[in-house]
């Protein structure tokens, strides 16, 4: 198992993870929203679809169990824990642009967006090419009646965590949100931790030396 | 103005609209989805962005007055007019994978995803570029307790529209839906007209020679 690695305030970064591998993305504080990107190492042309997995799941409610799917319908992450159960996968990560359109009066931060291509872009990730984040503890309820989104503070307390299972290899983006909206005005750490098949670690009701 | 073109049942096309002029979708025979994607015909790696768009718009049921934005935060589609206000823009097109997953006793079919990969080549946009479509007539309604999404009937009558204005000069990709639960379980065509700026058609009060 790796170190828990903790991504700064409003930054991001990215990272390989095996297939079969775990991640868990941790909210170390409490109402700090993830973004989440996946692509497939082998060719980051597949990448992480919220409409295909939307369509599949038939439910915006994602949580343990379900799968995220790639754009070529295949599994890339699949949901194995999640202590909070409230994430959102219908927008896009936050920019220059959305700065400039929700918070005119503050200044201008290039968001999860300029943190996520930064950091793909060592992978071979265009910016063109982030598409919608799973956004993990984001709270965006849905109106039934009239359709309206609203970015509430997440609900999610300290040591609040989602764990994933690699379907693929994968490229991770993962960032702590740069928004106030989505943080409930407030800027935190993310952490998150990498479990690899294989490890030393001893896999609970094994044999133990000791 | 164009003449008003028909896309056969279970197919798709790919055509040019400029900057200024207006695109009208109009189901003819009524119950009938519609998938369209729009692409910057400078740059097709700039495409039309679900999340940007919800993000913006700050519901899921977009109509008249709604901006459909791009990948780069910039409006690509005006909603001018719409007799139905009900669509979808969380889904992606359906492919031979969603036939496998939804209908496995029922022929696969390209879908609409093959439908406009095969219209959008000749354009040079590849099919892992195919995003979320904005589904014209489609009706898909969200759960607000649970987050389920429901695939119910379209509403739309014969002879409803929903006519967009072109922000920017655009590459057009446009289905009759495949799906057998999108369409209420049957096929039909999709009619949609050009209207150019600076076109011969006589503006309305403007003088005449007749």
Redesign the interface.
């Known amino acids: 198992m790796s170190d828990v690695e903790r991504i700064p305030p409003r930054s991001g970064t990215a990272f390989k993870v095996p297939a079969g591998a775990t991640l868990t993305v941790i909210d170390p504080e409490g109402c700090q929203v993830a973004d989440l990107l996946a692509f497939s190492s082998e060719d980051v ?3 992480i ?4 997995t ?3 799941a ?4 994602l949580t343990t169990g379900h799968v995220l799917y790639s ?3 295949r599994p890339m992450l699949t949901i194995i824990d999640d202590t909070v159960g409230c994430h959102d996968f ?3 990560p936050c ?1 220059v ?2 700065f400039l ?1 929700f918070y005119p009066d503050k200044p201008v931060h290039r968001g999860c967006f300029g943190n996520l291509a930064e950091a793909l872009e060592p992978y071979g990730v ?1 910016p ?1 090419r ?4 799973f956004n993990c503890f984001m709270n965006v ?10 970015v509430l503070p997440p609900v999610s307390k300290p040591g609040d965590r989602i764990s994933f299972q690699a379907e693929m290899d994968l490229v991770i983006g993962l960032t702590a949100c740069s928004a106030y909206a989505s943080n409930g005005g407030s800027f935190r750490p993310i952490d998150y931790q990498i479990e690899f098949l294989g490890s030393d670690d001893i896999p609970i009701g094994a044999p133990s030396n000791a």
Do not use: C, F, M, W
Request: negative net charge; hydrophobic residues 30%; charged residues 20%.
């Open positions: 042309n597949e990448v679809s919220s409409g295909r939307l369509d599949y038939e439910t915006i409610a754009n070529r319908s219908l927008l896009t920019s642009d959305t359109h265009a063109d982030i598409p919608v984040a309820p849905v109106d039934a009646q009239t359709g309206k989104l609203s």
